[in-house]
């Protein structure tokens, strides 16, 4: 199973981007999900979560309000849509999620990260 950032980039301080992850790789069925973020000498912190069925998500306090997650399911996607985008959201932003496997084990998975940079 594979997990695929993408979306991340530069832009300015009240602008928006639209992050994406999606998972391939053959039979598994993905359970919570969520974004994290590390900035340059940070450690990395929860930004959002959202659960398997999409019906409950939780954001970091630092992010409520500007910050949006979802996930479509029949495409094995989740996004993250960032609006007032602030030079401290500024991080590499990394996927993760919990993947149930056919033979009944779940393992925690991580993307490769994405850079967002937001310029001031």
């Known amino acids: 199973v594979q997990l695929v950032e993408s979306g991340g980039g530069l832009v300015q301080a009240g602008g928006s981007l639209r992050l994406s992850c999606a998972a391939s790789g053959s039979t598994f069925s993905i359970l919570a999900m969520a974004w994290y973020r590390q900035a340059p000498g940070k450690e990395r912190e929860l930004v959002a979560t959202?659960?398997?069925?999409?019906?409950?998500?939780h954001y970091a306090d630092s992010v409520k309000g500007r910050f949006t997650i979802s996930r479509d399911n029949a495409k094995n996607t989740m996004y993250l849509q960032m609006n007032s985008l602030k030079p401290e959201d500024t991080a590499v932003y990394y996927c993760?999620?919990?993947?149930?496997?056919?033979?009944?084990?779940?393992?925690?998975?991580w993307g490769q990260g994405t850079q967002v940079t937001v310029s001031s």
């Open positions: 993760n999620a919990d993947i149930l496997r056919s033979w009944g084990k779940t393992y925690d998975y």
């Open positions: 959202i659960t398997s069925g999409g019906g409950s998500t």
